[in-house]
């Protein structure tokens, strides 16, 4: 079992910040890394960005490079997601993967 919960959602303003925080437990592997994805109302759920847990290895989508910024804290088995320079076009619900486990989501919403 693998419980995943995120935090740190909100209300921005275009070009403000948000850091959004997944909080990891049970039975995590370390081969396995973290993930974020984000869904949009009528639109498919999408890749954000990933990073390994012992390589310290990141990869992000095209639309997000340059403005997000993925990194853990092994200690407290919690990845963030630092957003900055934020776009109307990241609302979304934020959810962290790891695994084939899920986060309930975090809703982050960026007014214009």
């Known amino acids: 079992q693998v419980q995943l919960v995120e935090s740190g959602g909100g209300l921005a303003q275009a070009g403000g910040s948000l850091r959004l925080s997944c909080a990891a437990s049970?039975?995590?592997?370390?081969?396995?890394?973290m993930n974020w994805f984000r869904q949009a109302p009528g639109k498919e759920r999408e890749f954000v960005a990933a990073?390994?847990?012992?390589?310290?290895?990141?990869f992000y989508a095209d639309s997000v490079k340059g403005r997000f910024t993925i990194s853990r804290d092994n200690a407290k088995n919690t990845v963030y997601l630092q957003m900055n320079n934020l776009k109307p076009e990241d609302t979304a619900v934020y959810y962290c993967?790891?695994?084939?486990?899920w986060g309930q989501g975090t809703q982050v919403t960026v007014s214009s």
């Open positions: 049970g039975r995590t592997f370390s081969n396995y890394g």
């Open positions: 993967r790891h695994q084939n486990y």
């Open positions: 990073i390994t847990w012992r390589g310290d290895n990141t």
